[in-house]
């Protein structure tokens, strides 16, 4: 496929809100940034956690693209911040979950939208992955917290979720946004916390807000969509 039909066909699909959303809330996250003069890398982080998160909402392939970029800005962050959970989250795992991701999709794509095809867990399987995201949060939390990290329980469920949360997501399960919701909401309390000691990643607070508020609006849609193909 060439390059132009790729992204013509990435952009197909889109509604009203989506179009005035997308950009809107990268230039607003710009905006406010340049004002506080705020860190360069975590803007860039955030641009491409928000073009992310809201390209894998509408199930587009090249969320990927971004999200491999993202993945890199958002650990050298977490590296100055001391957040070393979420550190080794991104690095060992994030990226080469990003690059498996986009074959795991190329499976299941719709040829005439490109958006990927929706999936939901079994009750028994929703049970199960909600036991072992709070067993496995409680042991990261004991690790964190003999390290010194500066927010072991937030760190701990954050990057816990964040790994099953990414499994889902590849897995193109409606279950994800359950899961994202908890890393989203626990995430923008951790970064107000690191501003507030002096961390210049103000963009970072927004990025991870801008998520919380797409995590609701993708999980009715995908909801929608599903009650549909039903």
């Known amino acids: 496929m060439k390059l132009a039909e790729f992204v013509k066909k990435e952009l197909d699909g889109w509604g009203n809100v989506e179009r005035v959303l997308f950009p ?36 587009k392939i090249s969320c990927y ?84 990290d500066q927010s072991p329980a937030i760190d701990a469920v954050t990057s816990v979720f964040s790994v099953i949360g990414l499994i889902l997501t590849v897995k193109r399960c409606i279950e994800q946004w359950h899961i994202w919701f908890v890393v989203n909401f626990l995430s923008v309390i951790m970064w107000i916390r690191a501003y507030m000691l002096g961390s210049n990643c103000f963009a970072t607070i927004l990025m991870w807000t801008v998520y919380l508020v797409l995590t609701v609006y993708f999980y009715i849609t995908w909801k929608k969509e599903l009650s549909m193909q039903k």
């Open 24 to 59: 809107l809330t990268v230039l607003l996250i710009i905006a406010i940034s340049i004002f506080l003069n705020d860190s360069k890398i975590a803007l860039v982080s955030a641009i491409c956690g928000v073009s992310y998160s809201i390209l894998a909402g509408k199930g």
């Open 65 to 148: 693209f971004f999200g491999l970029l993202g993945t890199f800005c958002y650990s050298y962050i977490s590296f100055k911040n001391a957040l070393y959970g979420n550190l080794c989250l991104y690095m060992c795992y994030y990226f080469p979950m990003q690059v498996f991701g986009i074959f795991r999709w190329r499976k299941h794509l719709k040829p005439e939208s490109g958006e990927i095809v929706k999936t939901k867990l079994p009750v028994k399987y929703r049970i199960l992955t909600a036991a072992a995201a709070i067993i496995l949060s409680l042991i990261l939390y004991f690790i964190l917290k003999y390290f010194n």
